[in-house]
């Protein structure tokens, strides 16, 4: 799945608001072809390093590389450039409220300025295919659709100009577990057809274990865990043992009691 190639590479990255420190020597490398998951409680910086990883903020000290180049010494066309190899799905403005679901997804190709409108039209009725949308829905207004449908087109929106990377910001928070697993099993298809590399922050065990490859913990301001979920669920820090053990943890893994020498053993 991956080849050891890091495709965003995160090197003594210090995040401080004020006196505020949010991150301390953050040092990570996100392999092409994996899903990193970032794990942590609320306000232990998930979200921060997502947007710095995709340029959108300066940590305070320290470098993140992409395919190996420094992010913050990128003038802003070769930033623009990257960004537009991103796709991004975050937690809140999911979607342009004042924008139909065409115009939603029709956006970003409108911004690169190099499709005419017939090659816009085409895909963005191909990208609504892609999330199982009816073509029907796509002069709606996103006040008009469920919580599951506007994730779905904004997961449409994210995948607009065939990203490499896609960061997911709490994909699954806000849908009931039935739709919350058919949007699991969407990424998960996107993903392959697409040759995704994925950043995703989630609290939400189910889809931590159906979706990641790799786990990063963090808390106290580091990453106090990495590796794959059986690595992480059997790192003996406070944060992992609440997060990952007990009832919820036995549960999200799939321990019944009978499994030999698992994952289960520990929680
Ligand atoms: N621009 C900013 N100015 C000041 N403080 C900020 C700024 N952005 C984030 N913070 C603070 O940094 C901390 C980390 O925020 P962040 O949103 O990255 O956490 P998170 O792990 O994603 O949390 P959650 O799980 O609740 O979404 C929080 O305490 C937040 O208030």
Do not use: W
Request: aromatic residues 4%; contains cysteine.
């Amino acid at each position: 799945m991956t080849n050891g190639e890091c495709l965003i590479e995160v090197e003594g990255l210090h995040t401080r608001f004020g006196d505020h420190v949010v991150h301390e020597d953050i040092n990570l490398c996100v392999y092409r072809g994996e899903v990193l998951a970032l794990v942590g409680g609320s306000g232990s910086g998930k979200t921060t390093l997502m947007r710095q990883m995709l340029g959108l903020e300066m940590p305070t000290e320290g470098i993140i590389r992409v395919c190996g180049e420094p992010l913050h010494s990128h003038d802003r066309e070769k930033l623009q450039g990257m960004r537009n190899r991103c796709g991004v799905l975050f937690q809140k403005g999911a979607l342009f409220s004042a924008l139909s679901v065409f115009d939603n997804i029709a956006l970003p190709m409108r911004e690169l300025r190099t499709m005419d409108e017939s090659m816009i039209c085409d895909l963005v009725m191909l990208k609504l295919k892609m999330v199982d949308i009816a073509p029907e829905h796509a002069n709606k207004m996103p006040a008009e659709l469920s919580g599951g449908m506007i994730k779905r087109i904004a997961l449409a929106r994210a995948i607009a100009l065939d990203p490499d990377l896609l960061f997911l910001d709490e994909p699954t928070a806000g849908l009931d577990p039935e739709l919350s697993e058919g949007f699991v099993e969407l990424i998960r298809t996107m993903r392959t057809e697409l040759t995704l590399t994925i950043v995703m922050a989630t609290h939400d065990l189910d889809t931590l274990v159906a979706l990641s490859d790799r786990v990063a913990v963090l808390a106290e301001q580091r990453i106090v865990a990495l590796g794959s979920l059986p690595e992480v669920v059997g790192t003996n820090h406070p944060f992992v043992t609440n997060f990952f053990r007990g009832e919820r943890g036995r549960k999200a893994l799939g321990c019944t009691g009978d499994e030999p020498e698992s994952i289960c053993d520990v929680l």
